[in-house]
């Protein structure tokens, strides 16, 4: 049995469930059985149901993960596989985890861990090697899935990726991520609404699932002419290649832009977002806007000096296009459901 070990909240976001999900379902693909998702609480259940998925709600503090080894060592047996992916996720939770069963793990910062198979999947990953391999052996991965070759895209951006590049820039996404945290949707759009050299664009706004602000958005432009709100979407690729620029908060999002090849403005808001948001503005003409959460009004200014020079330039957003388009395979998934798979310790 695979197990999933992951969380989403309204602090954390969905990214950690998104990409898993991901995953789960290239392991369905390939072997006819769904993963179990192991979860501390039940905010992401719901969703997790809506495709498919069953979850075992652990009934604790997805902050303490060291607290739910008991309960896990009930249910894994040495056959069993289990995946984590979670930044609260220490060194002594995969040392105490491991003496269960196969364990392997997401991870983006360039932290070894003793486990069985570790995946960072993000651009900048293979210049991390070092550092995963730095170590007492017993405190190190076996085995390393390193670069955006292993980007689990969802499976509705491994195919039917076909994008134009219109003439002119006449609607905009804007995509915050599950939570926003600081509001970055609502500062975009007061920018965006107010600008004359704007003037006509149309804003598509996500609102994600655990976005505190989306009353205050509903209020204030529910009603507004040049913006459009979209709660719980349903297919994320058409909104995305309905639009000529997609503003977005860095993430696994980057990655399915990419495969579409719209062009793209991106910022972030937290340390761990950082090094992903560096990396494709280094190997693209690709803008990184900046940290919003530590400097709100420069990111703001430097989103719309990006999106006007899309409005302005056709050649730009080609350039964009054909950048993108390089960065991922859309076979991500089912490398890492082979990689994972193949770590059942056989009796």
């Known amino acids: 049995m695979l197990y999933i070990r992951a969380d989403g909240n309204a602090a954390i976001g969905m990214g950690h469930i998104m990409r898993c999900m991901s995953i ?59 995946l984590v992916d979670s930044y609260q996720a220490v060194l002594a939770y995969y040392q105490k985890l491991r003496a269960n069963c196969a364990v392997a793990c997401l991870e983006d910062m360039g932290t070894p861990y003793p486990v069985d198979l570790l995946i960072n999947y993000n651009l900048y990953a293979p210049a991390l090697e070092g ?12 085995r390393l899935l390193l670069g955006a070759a292993y980007m689990p895209l969802r499976a509705d951006f491994r195919t039917d990726t076909a994008y134009t590049v219109r003439e002119q820039v006449t609607d905009v996404m804007i995509t915050t991520g599950g939570s926003d ?16 050299a704007a003037a006509g664009i149309r804003c598509h706004v996500v609102i ?16 507004h002419g040049a913006v459009r709100l979209y709660e719980n979407v349903k297919d994320m690729k058409a909104l995305m290649r309905s639009c000529d620029v997609v503003i977005t908060a860095t993430g696994s999002t980057l990655y399915e832009i990419s495969a579409l090849g719209v ?41 719309l000096r990006a999106l006007l020079r899309c409005i302005g330039d056709r050649a730009y957003r080609q350039t964009l296009y054909r950048q993108e388009r390089q960065l991922v ?19």
Request: aromatic share 8%; proline share 6%; hydrophobic share 45%.
């Open 263 to 303: 062009p793209m403005i991106c910022f972030y808001f937290a340390e761990n977002q950082r090094q992903g948001a560096e990396a494709i503005a280094r190997l693209t003409d690709i803008v990184n806007a900046g940290c919003f959460a530590a400097r709100r009004e420069e990111t703001v200014d430097a989103v």
């Open 131 to 142: 550092q995963y391999r730095q170590g007492a052996p017993d405190m190190l991965p076996d």
């Open 24 to 82: 789960a379902e290239a392991v369905y693909d390939r072997t006819g059985e769904r993963p179990v998702f192991i979860v501390a609480e039940d905010a992401c259940v719901p969703m997790l149901a809506d495709r498919g998925f069953a979850a075992r709600v652990l009934g604790t503090d997805y902050r303490a993960m060291e607290t739910e080894l008991p309960a896990l060592s009930r249910v894994l047996q040495p056959q069993d596989v289990i």
């Open 208 to 223: 994600g699932p655990f976005n505190r602000f989306a009353g205050t958005l509903r209020q204030r432009y529910g009603a």
């Open 181 to 196: 945290p600081c509001f970055a949707a609502g500062a975009l759009l007061e920018c965006l609404t107010g600008c004359d």
């Open 329 to 347: 395979d859309g076979a991500g998934a089912g490398r890492i459901a082979a990689a994972v798979l193949g770590c059942s310790r056989r009796l």
